[in-house]
């Protein structure tokens, strides 16, 4: 064995060599030098020349000069039996060290067959396959959302099959311990806005009317939007990639086999937990947002605190935190339902749970945002 | 230039202890495997035996105690120098640990890729080598997910396998095998020890095999938290006065347990 760490030749090793003795139609291939897969290749034009020749029927092997020898001997073997096969000869491998033969015995004597080839598929298979797949997530999206709300009023009258350590982790994951993020990002949100606002408003000396700004874009929009995309990046990422790494565990088939209702015990939880934090969180992130714009503009507007709250109080009305209150829920729940169903449905390997965590991630976001865009158009519509 | 390594594959560990956090799972520990020999790991669930050998494959620093491998002391080496031992030890870790991105081919090549200059026609019969030396039967280019646990395991040992190390380690290697796979592996493992010369050292619970090819052994104990016999399985069954050693290399209930059956706690 060749005791070297280098991956490149050393100069105790020596190149690997071959001599042909022909004696009429049989051929003895003496081998000599050291046969290290690693550090030195054999040419590829090797098993020509050593197959090839006027009348040859038979070559046998004979290693009595071999140095060093590894898997470099083997597949030179390995490659001479094909090439052998193909060529009708015999090859007689006894002169090889035995050590080399019982590893050589190890390999199956006849080629593997081929991978079947995959079936090539028309444009119309693919497009046809994708529709009924996207179909098929349609109808399972509607059997969770419609199973969530048949259940989740059992659930919340305690009647649902789930553990009440599992609501309360999820209720604590989706509530206390996002609402530091929450409130850092919506404060950060709130000052810009007052800061961009302020600028365009100055030009026409209506800085004053930052407060109804900041006041009406915050508990409308920004707040449910940026707290709803913080918890499906946070949260509804974590809910597929958990689920995902239970099925990758067999965990979900083993809640199968004993019968424990899937949508109870793993999907309601998170579902009821992210639905009723969400209006929570949307709460503290409004205060958070107009808090950063009360700051930004008492700090660096010139606005007295009075002026600012006195105008704030005038132009957020009861309806429209109604509104963001109601979008947050909705919200809430289309971000749980997403990172929940792409979990179940995703592969069982390792990449798959992260795949399963991107998609619900962006799936999650184009979702509410989409929501948010249908809100905004009926809003419009009914004046409200 | 790194300095020459000592002739041949050996570990000498002295005085190991080891464990998670400060509290050791196994304390004072002193064994040798010789060059050539293959060497098993054995003892009850939750002994420690995979975390020994997470310790001698270089994946978790000991408290205590030194583990010297062809010469060296590994842990007090540079961590580059370090890697360079690796390089020259194959893993088989409990499940495979296959890359789950990579085709099976690709998960043997990728180390004969990084390590060495070779074409890849070269590699792909080297790849090819290995995936029939471990008697998989399936096309290189399937994807870990599609393999069953026992052909993961044998892709995982092809992968061992791709650089011709000098030290094999392997974690449960005929675990999830049918007995004719865990029969094949074991004429492996000893066609690959005649013929490389490789070391092999073992965690295994396959009584058969351990009694066929380990020409040496350790046995951990998890109350004690030593290893209370050294010596090849077959000896240790034959001649060791162990209660434990006795009970597990004869598949016998302890006769401190049998009095209170409790249904295998213990």
Same mark, same amino acid.
């Given at each position: 064995m060749d005791p070297s760490t280098a991956d490149v030749p050393s100069p105790t090793t020596v190149e690997p060599a071959w001599e042909c003795r022909d004696d009429g139609p049989s051929r003895l291939v003496v081998l000599s030098g050291d046969w290290i897969a690693r550090l030195h290749a054999v040419p590829s034009d090797a098993f020509e020349t050593i197959l090839n @020749?006027?009348? #040859? &029927?038979s070559v046998a092997l004979q290693a009595d000069k071999i140095g060093a020898w590894d898997s470099g001997l083997l597949t030179f073997v390995a490659g001479l039996r094909r090439g052998a096969d193909q060529h009708g000869l015999t090859l007689d491998? &006894? @002169? #090889?060290p035995p050590s080399a033969r019982r590893l050589l015995a190890l390999l199956p004597r006849d080629a593997l067959p081929a991978a079947p080839a995959r079936p090539s598929r028309s444009i119309r298979a693919v497009l046809g396959t994708q529709a009924l797949t996207v179909w098929a997530e349609g109808g399972a999206v509607a059997t969770m959302l419609g199973e969530t709300i048949l259940r989740g009023g059992a659930a919340l009258r305690g009647q649902a099959r789930m553990r009440r350590t599992d609501l309360l982790v999820a209720l604590q994951d989706a509530g206390a311990s996002a609402l530091s993020i929450v409130i850092v990002v919506n404060l950060l949100m709130g000052g810009i806005l007052a800061f961009v606002g302020a600028v365009q408003l100055r030009r026409f000396g209506a800085d004053i009317y930052v407060a109804d700004l900041v006041g009406i874009a915050v508990v409308r929009e920004i707040a449910a939007l940026i707290t709803a995309v913080v918890m499906s990046g946070r949260t509804g990422g974590a809910y597929a990639a958990q689920i995902a790494t239970m099925l990758g565990n067999e965990e979900i088939d083993a809640l199968r086999t004993i019968g424990v209702p899937l949508h109870d015990y793993l999907i309601l939880p998170r579902i009821l937990a992210l639905t009723l934090m969400m209006p929570l969180l949307y709460l503290y992130g409004s205060v958070a947002g107009i808090f950063g714009g009360f700051l930004v503009a008492v700090a660096m #507007?010139? #606005?007295?605190p009075a002026t600012f709250l006195a105008h704030l109080q005038t132009s957020v009305t009861g309806s429209q935190v109604l509104f963001g209150l109601s979008k947050s829920i909705a919200f809430g729940g289309v971000i749980a339902i997403i990172g929940c169903r792409i979990g179940l449905s995703a592969g069982r390997s390792a990449s798959d749970v992260g795949r399963a965590a991107t998609r619900a991630v962006v799936a999650g976001i184009v979702a509410i945002i989409a929501l948010d865009a249908v809100c905004a158009v009926c809003a419009n519509a009914l004046r409200f | 230039m790194p300095p020459p390594l000592e002739d041949g594959a050996k570990i000498a560990v002295e005085g190991l202890a080891f464990g998670y956090g400060s509290e050791p799972i196994q304390n004072n520990l002193s064994f040798t495997v010789a060059t050539g020999s293959i060497f098993a790991i054995m003892g009850g669930s939750g002994c420690g035996k995979s975390t020994l050998l997470k310790v001698l494959i270089g994946l978790l620093r000991p408290l205590a105690g030194t583990v010297h491998v062809r010469g060296e002391d590994y842990w007090s080496v540079s961590a580059d120098r370090r890697e360079q031992i690796g390089r020259r030890c194959g893993v088989l870790f409990q499940s495979g640990a296959l890359w789950s991105s990579m085709s099976i081919a690709d998960n043997v090549a990728l180390p004969l890729r990084m390590f060495t200059a070779l074409t890849e026609p070269e590699i792909d019969r080297l790849v090819q080598l290995k995936l029939d030396l471990v008697g998989l039967t399936a096309p290189g280019d399937m994807m870990p997910s599609d393999l069953s646990g026992g052909m993961r395991k044998r892709v995982g040992l092809a992968r061992a396998m791709a650089l011709d190390p000098d030290i094999l380690f392997l974690d449960e290697?005929?675990?999830?095998?049918d007995p004719i796979g865990a029969r094949r592996l074991d004429d492996l493992i000893l066609a690959l020890r005649d013929g490389f010369g490789s070391t092999v050292v073992m965690v295994s619970h396959e009584l058969p095999s351990l009694f066929a090819i380990c020409d040496g052994g350790i046995f951990l104990d998890a109350d004690t938290h030593t290893a209370i016999a050294i010596g090849a399985p077959r000896d240790l069954r034959d001649r060791c006065d162990d209660p434990t050693v006795h009970a597990f290399m004869n598949r016998e209930i302890p006769k401190s347990d049998s009095a209170v059956d409790d249904g295998g706690q213990k």
């Amino acid at each position: 064995m060749d005791p070297s760490t280098a991956d490149v030749p050393s100069p105790t090793t020596v190149e690997p060599a071959w001599e042909c003795r022909d004696d009429g139609p049989s051929r003895l291939v003496v081998l000599s030098g050291d046969w290290i897969a690693r550090l030195h290749a054999v040419p590829s034009d090797a098993f020509e020349t050593i197959l090839n @020749g006027p009348g #040859l &029927s038979s070559v046998a092997l004979q290693a009595d000069k071999i140095g060093a020898w590894d898997s470099g001997l083997l597949t030179f073997v390995a490659g001479l039996r094909r090439g052998a096969d193909q060529h009708g000869l015999t090859l007689d491998e &006894s @002169g #090889l060290p035995p050590s080399a033969r019982r590893l050589l015995a190890l390999l199956p004597r006849d080629a593997l067959p081929a991978a079947p080839a995959r079936p090539s598929r028309s444009i119309r298979a693919v497009l046809g396959t994708q529709a009924l797949t996207v179909w098929a997530e349609g109808g399972a999206v509607a059997t969770m959302l419609g199973e969530t709300i048949l259940r989740g009023g059992a659930a919340l009258r305690g009647q649902a099959r789930m553990r009440r350590t599992d609501l309360l982790v999820a209720l604590q994951d989706a509530g206390a311990s996002a609402l530091s993020i929450v409130i850092v990002v919506n404060l950060l949100m709130g000052g810009i806005l007052a800061f961009v606002g302020a600028v365009q408003l100055r030009r026409f000396g209506a800085d004053i009317y930052v407060a109804d700004l900041v006041g009406i874009a915050v508990v409308r929009e920004i707040a449910a939007l940026i707290t709803a995309v913080v918890m499906s990046g946070r949260t509804g990422g974590a809910y597929a990639a958990q689920i995902a790494t239970m099925l990758g565990n067999e965990e979900i088939d083993a809640l199968r086999t004993i019968g424990v209702p899937l949508h109870d015990y793993l999907i309601l939880p998170r579902i009821l937990a992210l639905t009723l934090m969400m209006p929570l969180l949307y709460l503290y992130g409004s205060v958070a947002g107009i808090f950063g714009g009360f700051l930004v503009a008492v700090a660096m #507007l010139n #606005l007295t605190p009075a002026t600012f709250l006195a105008h704030l109080q005038t132009s957020v009305t009861g309806s429209q935190v109604l509104f963001g209150l109601s979008k947050s829920i909705a919200f809430g729940g289309v971000i749980a339902i997403i990172g929940c169903r792409i979990g179940l449905s995703a592969g069982r390997s390792a990449s798959d749970v992260g795949r399963a965590a991107t998609r619900a991630v962006v799936a999650g976001i184009v979702a509410i945002i989409a929501l948010d865009a249908v809100c905004a158009v009926c809003a419009n519509a009914l004046r409200f | 230039m790194p300095p020459p390594l000592e002739d041949g594959a050996k570990i000498a560990v002295e005085g190991l202890a080891f464990g998670y956090g400060s509290e050791p799972i196994q304390n004072n520990l002193s064994f040798t495997v010789a060059t050539g020999s293959i060497f098993a790991i054995m003892g009850g669930s939750g002994c420690g035996k995979s975390t020994l050998l997470k310790v001698l494959i270089g994946l978790l620093r000991p408290l205590a105690g030194t583990v010297h491998v062809r010469g060296e002391d590994y842990w007090s080496v540079s961590a580059d120098r370090r890697e360079q031992i690796g390089r020259r030890c194959g893993v088989l870790f409990q499940s495979g640990a296959l890359w789950s991105s990579m085709s099976i081919a690709d998960n043997v090549a990728l180390p004969l890729r990084m390590f060495t200059a070779l074409t890849e026609p070269e590699i792909d019969r080297l790849v090819q080598l290995k995936l029939d030396l471990v008697g998989l039967t399936a096309p290189g280019d399937m994807m870990p997910s599609d393999l069953s646990g026992g052909m993961r395991k044998r892709v995982g040992l092809a992968r061992a396998m791709a650089l011709d190390p000098d030290i094999l380690f392997l974690d449960e290697p005929s675990a999830g095998l049918d007995p004719i796979g865990a029969r094949r592996l074991d004429d492996l493992i000893l066609a690959l020890r005649d013929g490389f010369g490789s070391t092999v050292v073992m965690v295994s619970h396959e009584l058969p095999s351990l009694f066929a090819i380990c020409d040496g052994g350790i046995f951990l104990d998890a109350d004690t938290h030593t290893a209370i016999a050294i010596g090849a399985p077959r000896d240790l069954r034959d001649r060791c006065d162990d209660p434990t050693v006795h009970a597990f290399m004869n598949r016998e209930i302890p006769k401190s347990d049998s009095a209170v059956d409790d249904g295998g706690q213990k």
